[in-house]
């Protein structure tokens, strides 16, 4: 199966900073897609990175907050940019899993950031 | 877009019992539903996933049932046991093969006791 490393595992960071998230996969995929999840709720899409072009983004999300990577199939970074409080959430990048029987979409481990 | 509702939003069953999950979706398109299980603090797992041209598939304990024409799909999880205790997460997708985004339901905490 495929493995998905994503680091930071964790940070804290000031307000208006900004942090960048990378996730690495180990094997090629088309699409990698970056997700959000906020404290005790489910899990909303920010945007998709597609090698090769500009990211898809959500309604809700934009690109100058949320700008994302895609230099090579097997990597993808997204920065949260001058963050405030309402960005503390974990960030997840997932893509399919071709390695999977019958395949399907793996994540990565999460990046649990905090805002103070 | 695509809009999936989860229920319950919270479970209690006890050891032994079955447990059902269900969702509902909007947009007549999707044709990939999987169902993740999320330990706290750890990332979301598939368990078991269903595709359009497929009613219902087992896993052991685990089945998912889907309804194309109603637009629901559930999870049903028999003989449960404590470790199954999770928040469980359904999602939608137009397709498989990683070239389209999911869509998530609220989410469903289990907690089964011993």
């Known amino acids: 199966s495929a493995v998905i490393s994503q680091k930071p595992s964790r940070d804290i960071c000031q307000r208006g900073t900004s942090l960048t998230i990378q996730c690495q996969v180990d094997?090629?995929?088309?699409?990698m897609f970056w997700y959000r999840q906020q404290p005790g709720q489910s899990l909303t899409l920010i945007a998709t990175?597609?090698?090769?072009?500009?990211?898809?983004?959500e309604s809700g999300f934009v690109i100058d907050k949320f700008p994302i990577s895609r230099p090579n199939l097997t990597f993808s970074t997204l920065t949260v940019s001058n963050m405030s409080p309402e960005d503390s959430s974990i960030y997840l990048c997932?893509?399919?899993?071709?390695?999977?029987?019958?395949?399907?979409?793996?994540f990565g481990s999460g990046t649990r950031l905090t805002v103070v | 877009g695509e809009n999936v509702e989860q229920h319950p939003s919270t479970l209690s069953v006890q050891e032994g019992d079955s447990a059902v999950i269900k969702c509902t979706y909007s947009?007549?398109?999707?044709?990939?539903f999987p169902w993740y299980k999320q330990e706290l603090g750890k990332r979301p797992q598939l368990i078991i996933d269903i595709r359009s041209n497929v009613g219902e598939k087992k896993d052991q304990r685990i089945a998912v049932t889907l309804n194309k024409t109603a637009k629901h799909f559930s999870l049903h999880i028999t003989e449960t046991q404590p470790e199954d205790s999770a928040v469980y997460f359904c999602?939608?997708?137009?397709?498989?093969?990683?070239?389209?985004?999911?869509?998530f339901g609220a989410g469903t905490r289990l907690a089964v006791h011993p």
């Open positions: 990175a597609n090698q090769g072009s500009e990211a898809t983004y």
């Open positions: 997932s893509a399919w899993d071709r390695g999977r029987s019958g395949g399907g979409y793996t």
């Open positions: 094997s090629q995929v088309t699409m």
């Open positions: 947009d007549s398109a999707s044709n990939y």
């Open positions: 999602a939608a997708s137009p397709e498989e093969g990683g070239y389209n985004k999911l869509i």
